[in-house]
């Protein structure tokens, strides 16, 4: 399962942008998942559950919301977009095999939302 890896990567990741930028508590990560990136999303919200609560004290209790991203082709001979799971590599249009993936293969980070600071009052 290298979802737990990927997990452990995001949050360094995000740790390490809270340390730059002096948050002492992340409450939550959107992560892009693309249909087709290999990552399968429930093993991520799995290892998640685990790992914010023992990895990082600024990340504890930390949400994490994935959001999936639909696979997208593109066919060279017609140049028409096209949905790739229902098809594949072979256009539906034209059923032309010089295609290309455009998205639906990434694992990233959309955005981090961070804790409201303590009042100086």
């Known amino acids: 399962m290298h979802e737990l890896g990927i997990v452990f990567n995001i949050i360094d990741s995000v740790d390490k942008i809270a340390i730059e930028k002096n948050v002492d508590s992340v409450k939550k990560v959107i992560l892009e998942v693309g249909e087709v990136s290999s990552v399968i999303p429930r093993y991520v919200e799995d290892c998640w559950k685990w ?3 023992n990895r990082s004290q600024r990340m504890k209790g930390c949400e994490l919301k994935i959001i999936v991203l639909k696979a997208l082709s593109y066919c060279q001979d017609c140049e028409e ?3 790739t799971l229902p098809s ?3 256009c ?8 290309y993936l455009i998205t639906g293969n990434e694992t990233q980070i959309q955005s981090i939302e ?3 600071p303590p009042s100086d009052k």
């Open 51 to 53: 790992a914010v609560e």
């Open 88 to 90: 594949g590599r072979k």
């Open 81 to 83: 977009t096209y949905p």
């Open 92 to 99: 539906p249009k034209c059923g032309g095999n010089h295609t």
């Open 114 to 116: 961070v804790a409201d």
